[in-house]
Structures are given as structure tokens and as C-alpha cells.
């Protein structure tokens, strides 16, 4: 079954630092990843998401992730964080049958950032 | 219009209420969802709809009634529920249904759901 794994329930990094949240998955097949945010008592944005067209994918407000098939990873990293980007982070992936967008989510990364 | 609309915002209801969720949406999207959230947990799938068909119930229990009236409407009917399903019930859309893998789901921005 496909599955996500976050790494790291709580992250809290410096305004200006670099931000990392890391994903892994399990996938028997090429999966579809996606980075989602959700800030306090509100939905989920689609920050980003990898459908196989090139392993490199930027994102919105200066995010972006990295696919590396050979990690089975799909990490989201941020060159400097600003105080606006605390926030829930889930990844997630589509299963390999029955479309839907049946997303499978990750347990979620907590990103806090200090002044 | 790049939006979901869901009503009300909050909701507090006893366990003999009926009451009802609603979302919309005019993106022309074909599948609609929707999902619960508890506190500190993602968000986990209850039912799709695909061209106006219910195509996925997760085994949830009968008192979560979807209704899908039409292409940008979906509620979710709500009878005799159980202060254990307090949570963010959340609705997404997203383009086409069957098949489609890599088209994201908007989502709304949810109804607080209280149950006492």
C-alpha cells in the first residue's frame, strides 16, 4: 500500500534559515507526491506537486522539492523562512489505481520560525 | 474562480440534531470529496464523488449521509452523531475523477464541527 512517512512532527528554524521538511514514501510504481500547508483553522494550499515531468519542482511562495527516486524521497526545503511560513505542512501521495486524487497523507511537519 | 466555499464555518450541534455541511464549487471540477480532520492529525478520506456518483465511501458510519445535487454541489448530511466526531470536515474538488492521478484537489477552508 502506499504510504507517506514526515520526519519529524516539529520543526522550529531561525527568520532567514533554511527550512527542510522531509518526506519519504513507499511506492511499488512511480507515485505522485504533493506538498500541501495548512495554516490555523483553515484548508489545505497545494504548495507543490511531482508528476514525473522533471524531479526538480518549484512551488509557491519560494518553495521547492527535490525527487530522488533512488532515496524515495520527496523533500521540501525553503533557502530562507520568513515568519509567515509557521504553518502545518503535509505530504501526500495518490495511490497507483483507481485515480480519484485519493490522497494519502502524511502525519504532518509543524514548521515554527522565531525571529 | 479558483475556490471551495463551505458552509457554515462552525457548527455546534447535540446528538439529536439533523444538520447539514455544504460545499461549492465553479471550477467545473468532476470530482468532489470530503474529508475529516481530528486535531494534530492529517486529514483522512471519507467519501468521492465522481460525475455526480458516490465512487468511494471509506467505510464510514451511515449517520455521514453524502448528496451530491449536482456538479458544484456536495453536503453532507449529519443525524445522531457522537461528540467523538467533533472534527474539521473539509471538501475538495478536483479536475475529472477516474484515472486521474496527478491533477491536485482544492480544498475549503472546512467546518469546525462540534457535537455535545
Known amino acids: 500500500a502506499q504510504s507517506v512517512t514526515q520526519l519529524g512532527s516539529h520543526v522550529s528554524v531561525s527568520e532567514g534559515a533554511l527550512v527542510l521538511l522531509r518526506c519519504n514514501y513507499s511506492?511499488?510504481?512511480?507515485?505522485?507526491l504533493f506538498w500541501y500547508v495548512q495554516y490555523p483553522n483553515q484548508g489545505l494550499q497545494l504548495l507543490l506537486k511531482?508528476?514525473?515531468?522533471?524531479?526538480l519542482v518549484k512551488g509557491i511562495n519560494g518553495f521547492e522539492a527535490e525527487f530522488k527516486k533512488s532515496e524515495t524521497s520527496f523533500h521540501l526545503t525553503k533557502p530562507s523562512a520568513h515568519m509567515s511560513d509557521a504553518a502545518e505542512y503535509f505530504c501526500a501521495v495518490t495511490p497507483p489505481a483507481g485515480g480519484y486524487n485519493k490522497l494519502i497523507f502524511g502525519a504532518g511537519t509543524r514548521l515554527a520560525v522565531h525571529p | 474562480d479558483t475556490e471551495v466555499t463551505q458552509t457554515p464555518k462552525h457548527l455546534v450541534m447535540g446528538m439529536t440534531n439533523k444538520k447539514s455541511l455544504k460545499c461549492e464549487q465553479h471550477m467545473g471540477h468532476r470530482a468532489m470529496y470530503w474529508y475529516k480532520q481530528k486535531a494534530k492529525k492529517p486529514p483522512e478520506l471519507m467519501f468521492v464523488?465522481?460525475?455526480?456518483?458516490?465512487?468511494i465511501n471509506e467505510s464510514v458510519p451511515s449517520r455521514f449521509s453524502p448528496e451530491c445535487p449536482n456538479s458544484s454541489l456536495l453536503n453532507l448530511h449529519l443525524h445522531a452523531l457522537q461528540p467523538e466526531d467533533s472534527a474539521l470536515y473539509l471538501c475538495?474538488?478536483?479536475?475529472?475523477?477516474?484515472?486521474?492521478?496527478?491533477?491536485?484537489?482544492?480544498f475549503g477552508q472546512g467546518t469546525r464541527l462540534t457535537v455535545v
Open positions: 511506492s511499488s510504481v512511480p507515485p505522485y
Open positions: 464523488y465522481s460525475y455526480e456518483k458516490l465512487s
Open positions: 511531482y508528476t514525473s515531468a522533471a524531479t
Open positions: 475538495a474538488s478536483s479536475q475529472e475523477g477516474a484515472g486521474v492521478r496527478n491533477t491536485e484537489a482544492f
